[in-house]
């Protein structure tokens, strides 16, 4: 199983670089998706996992200036990280992509599905396309869905079903849960399941849309 994902996540890393280059200076301070997080200090957290960073003592004293909150601490570490220029940051992550680093307990799904959301929290607010090939869309998408903490999506998205539509196809390439139907990208239920709901509810079809609008508040996300 692992190998597959490995390739998966070098063709997002490779992908994100060249949607990244070239990116005009000022564009780099746009805010993303991410609460707090511009597109370059995303980029710096894409680039921080290859590079074995953040290192346990500097997010031991991380966690410490932020009494324990473990976001606070992620949020600072990727910020300082981000000081590097953009064009660095870009070079990093190509020459990382093939790489197989990552956090002890993490699994490799993980990384791409960080990939995969992350590259959305980039794209939408630059208003780049991101499309996410079916195979990355599975994957990450059916890792979502079964994890508990930090997204819990299948607890606050229970009573719809949810499908996903093809990279280059209305076929369905994955579906989740039982109730009135939301249908989209791959991209957009992946923001959908994250949190990041004001994002991605104006891309969503079918009845269950209505039904997830009333229930969950649009807040952005901090993951």
């Given amino acids: 199983m692992d190998e597959p994902v490995w390739h998966l996540i070098r063709d997002e890393r490779l992908s994100l670089a060249q949607m990244l280059e070239g990116l005009p200076e000022e564009r ?5 998706l991410c609460e707090e997080w511009s597109v370059r200090d995303v980029l710096a957290h894409l680039v921080m996992t290859p590079a074995g960073e953040p290192r346990p003592w500097t997010m031991t004293k991380a966690l410490l200036r932020a009494r324990g909150r473990l976001w606070t601490a992620g949020r600072d570490v990727a910020v300082t990280y981000a000081r590097r220029s953009p064009g660095e940051l870009v070079s990093s992550l190509r020459a990382s992509a093939e790489l197989r680093t990552k956090p002890v307990f993490v699994v490799s799904q993980n990384i791409l599905l960080d990939l995969v959301v992350h590259g959305q929290d980039i794209a939408v607010p630059l208003a780049l396309p ?6 990355a869309a599975v994957l990450s998408l059916q890792r979502i869905w079964a994890m508990g903490w930090p997204f819990r999506a299948r607890r606050r998205l229970a009573g719809v079903r949810l499908e996903c539509q093809g990279d280059a196809t209305p076929e369905l390439v994955w579906e989740a849960g039982s109730g009135p139907q939301v249908r989209g990208s791959a991209g957009d239920l992946a923001l959908l399941m994250t949190g990041r709901i004001r994002a991605a509810l104006p891309h969503l079809v079918g009845p269950g849309v209505e ?3 009333a229930r969950l508040h649009p807040a952005g996300a901090s993951y």
């Avoid at 991101?130 to 195979?135: C, F, Q, S, Y």
């Fill in 28 to 32: 780099w301070a746009t805010r993303s």
């Fill in 130 to 135: 991101r499309p996410v090939p079916d195979a």
């Fill in 211 to 213: 039904m997830i609008a």
